[in-house]
Each structure stands twice: as structure tokens, then as C-alpha cells.
């Protein structure tokens, strides 16, 4: 399975280059976030390593390739999901680099300093989103799960901007909740438990691409 983990890492050698430019204009354009900003930066750059990676590997026809060799299913599959922690670990040691110069310069750009927490969250955030779309790639290919990822991605934020009409009066539960959220997410067993769900999440989603990916034709 090593080998193809390194056939992903050689795949997104190009969007190394192209990871800093995220990073740099995700940056900026979460300047308002806060301590959110590490976290939806590791979430949105990753799932574009996730996302390219799957682009590229159709591309250049890979999935034919390895259907034709020796190399059980559970294995392409699962080097996939094992990809998506080097992914984020690649984002998390380009944001560093990326903060350490923004704050050496000194200019208008500040970006949030790396924290346990925000990494845990990040981490966890990619994996779910990877988890909601490898299940639709192995079953049609990158091609027709284009279309769930657009519908995926649009429909989050369709929903977000449409959470204050859908609550036209803030329940009383919501204030303690988002006062109590920071202690939360900061105590380790609420890092645990988020854990455990995305660990969850992750096996689930590992079966169902599996077995959709086993009675796909190539």
C-alpha cells in the first residue's frame, strides 16, 4: 500500500507551488475569523489536495492501470484515506512557513499562529468532507463526482446563508452554547470525542467506497 500512497504524494508535486498561493489568499481572505482561520484554511486547501489528487489520478488513467495488476481493491481504497493526513500535514507545514514570513514582514496580513486545537479541528474537517466525497468518486469516477462535489460545496453554503431564516429567533440554548463552545473544543475530552466521530465517519465511509468501488466497471 506504501507505494501507492507515494503514487498520490507524486501526483500533487505540482500543487505544491500552487498550495502557498492558497494559503496566502485563504489568509487573506479569512483575516475576520479569528482562531477559525487556522482551522478553514487546513480544511479548504486540503480538500483541494484531496480533489486534484482524484483529477489527476483519472487524467493519467490510473485506476485502469492498478485494476489490471495484482492489487486488491482494499488497498487502492485504503491508500486514499491514508493520503489524507499527509495531505494536511503538507498544508499545516506550508501555512507555517507562510506565517512565519507574513510575520517577519510585518505587513497588512496576519496570519493566526499554529495551535493544537485548531489543527485537531482541521485535520478532523478534512477528513469528513473526503469521507462525503470518496464514496461518489470510487463508485462513478472524477468525472461524474464533479457534479456531487459542486453540489456538495454549494450546498453547504447555500445552507450557512440560510441558517438566520431558517432560526428567525435565536433559541435560548444557542448563547450558553457558543459561550461554552471555545472551553469546549479545548478540553481534551471534547478533542476525544470529536475524535471517535471522525474515526467513526471515516470507517464508514472506508466500507461504503469499497463496496462501491467493487462493482465498478472498467
Same mark, same amino acid.
Given at each position: 500500500?506504501? +507505494?501507492? *500512497? $507515494?503514487?498520490?504524494? #507524486? ?6 507551488? %500552487? @498550495?502557498?498561493?492558497?494559503?496566502? =489568499?485563504?489568509?487573506?481572505?479569512f483575516?475576520g ?7 478553514a ?6 480538500y ?33 484515506y491514508?493520503s ?10 506550508? +501555512?507555517? *512557513? $507562510?506565517?512565519?514570513? #507574513?510575520?517577519?514582514l510585518?505587513?497588512?496580513i %496576519? @496570519?493566526m499562529?499554529?495551535?493544537? =486545537?485548531g489543527?485537531?479541528l482541521g485535520?478532523?474537517a478534512?477528513?469528513v ?23 456538495l460545496?454549494?450546498g ?19 448563547d ?8 469546549v ?15 467513526l ?18
Open positions: 500500500m506504501g +507505494y501507492l *500512497i $507515494v503514487k498520490d504524494l #507524486l501526483l500533487q508535486k505540482k500543487m505544491l507551488g %500552487a @498550495a502557498v498561493l492558497y494559503v496566502l =489568499v485563504f489568509t487573506f481572505a483575516q475569523m479569528g482562531a477559525g482561520q487556522l482551522i484554511i487546513i480544511s479548504a486547501v486540503g483541494m489536495f484531496v480533489m486534484l489528487g482524484a483529477a489527476w489520478e483519472e487524467k493519467n488513467s490510473s485506476d485502469v492501470l492498478w485494476n489490471s495488476l495484482p492489487v486488491s481493491k482494499r488497498k487502492i481504497v485504503g491508500a486514499k491514508l489524507i493526513p499527509l495531505y494536511a500535514l503538507i498544508v499545516i507545514i506550508v +501555512y507555517w *512557513i $507562510v506565517s512565519t514570513v #507574513l510575520s517577519l510585518g505587513g497588512p %496576519a @496570519a499562529p499554529l495551535d493544537p =486545537v489543527i485537531v485535520v478532523g478534512v477528513f468532507a473526503a469521507s462525503l466525497y470518496f464514496p461518489v468518486f470510487f463508485a462513478v469516477g472524477y468525472t461524474k463526482s464533479r457534479y456531487w462535489h459542486f453540489i460545496f454549494f453547504i453554503m447555500i445552507l450557512g446563508s440560510m441558517l438566520p431564516a431558517l432560526i428567525p429567533e435565536k433559541p435560548a440554548w444557542l450558553p452554547l457558543v459561550k461554552r463552545l471555545p472551553e473544543t479545548s478540553d481534551i475530552a471534547g478533542l476525544a470525542i470529536f475524535g471517535v466521530f471522525v474515526a465517519w471515516v470507517g464508514i465511509s472506508f466500507v461504503v467506497s469499497l463496496r462501491l468501488y467493487g462493482r465498478r466497471e472498467f
